[in-house]
């Protein structure tokens, strides 16, 4: 129930296409949802994140996408550039414990130019 | 203003020994979470330190300690060091204990002989 599901695994995307990373929930106590950025030798930046009370959220070339009913929410990169290749991590998090932030396995994206 | 720093960058220990890991927050925020990140997975959380208090653990053995300062920054301490123990650990900051969003520093990369 603590678990949070992402795919896919690894995403090739051309410059200036659309990119999507999906993550999938089972606990509906969660009620924070960050994705971060990670480049290699890097820790986690913060992009963007999202609480149930909307289902979109959109931040320059960056947009969240939420599905309460279906427990699901979405990255969007527009126009995607080289730059943006990184691995990609959703994570989720609960108000009665909302000190830790569980994570997905990740997926790693190459933008090619 | 300066991120969250974590030192040293890089560790080689052996197995048994002992490691201390450092970490100083963000100006002005007083929570620290440790995560351990494994190569090719997510971050798995391993404390949360608020005003100098353990607020929560995550599945860890009790070979895994940590405190925090006065000055909110923290140490994370592993014994008995096993070759598994080799990860990315990661420190992360917050304002309060359970506000989000939480940012993370670049990590101390721990290797094990």
């Known amino acids: 129930q603590q678990q949070v599901k992402q795919s896919p695994q690894s995403l090739i995307v051309q410059k200036g296409g659309i990119s999507i990373i999906n993550c999938a929930y089972e606990n509906t106590a969660f009620d924070y949802f960050p994705w971060y950025q990670q480049f290699p030798g890097k820790g986690p930046a913060l992009l963007i994140a999202?609480?149930?009370?909307?289902s979109e959220k959109k931040e320059g070339r960056f947009t969240i996408s939420f599905n309460k009913s279906a427990k699901q929410f979405s990255l969007h990169i527009m126009d995607s550039q080289p730059g943006d290749s990184a691995t990609y991590f959703c994570?989720?998090?609960?108000?009665?414990?909302?000190?830790?932030?569980?994570f997905g396995s990740g997926t790693r994206l190459l933008v090619r130019p | 203003d300066a991120g969250v720093t974590q030192s040293p960058t890089h560790l080689i220990k052996t197995r048994g020994q002992q490691v201390t890991l450092r970490c100083s927050p963000i100006s002005g925020h007083k929570s620290v979470s440790w995560y351990q990140q494994v190569l090719g997975q997510g971050p798995q959380f391993i404390f949360q330190?608020?005003?100098?208090?353990?607020?929560g653990r995550g599945n860890f053995p009790d070979r895994f300690s940590a405190r925090q300062f006065p000055n909110y920054s923290s140490e994370l301490n592993v014994n008995a060091l096993l070759l598994g123990d080799s990860a990315l650990y990661l420190c992360?900051?917050?304002?309060?204990?359970?506000?989000?969003?939480?940012?993370f520093g670049d990590g101390t990369r721990l290797s094990i002989l």
């Open positions: 992360a900051s917050s304002l309060g204990w359970r506000e989000q969003p939480q940012h």
């Open positions: 999202i609480r149930p009370d909307v």
């Open positions: 994570a989720a998090s609960n108000g009665d414990s909302s000190y830790k932030l569980i």
């Open positions: 330190y608020y005003e100098k208090e353990e607020r």
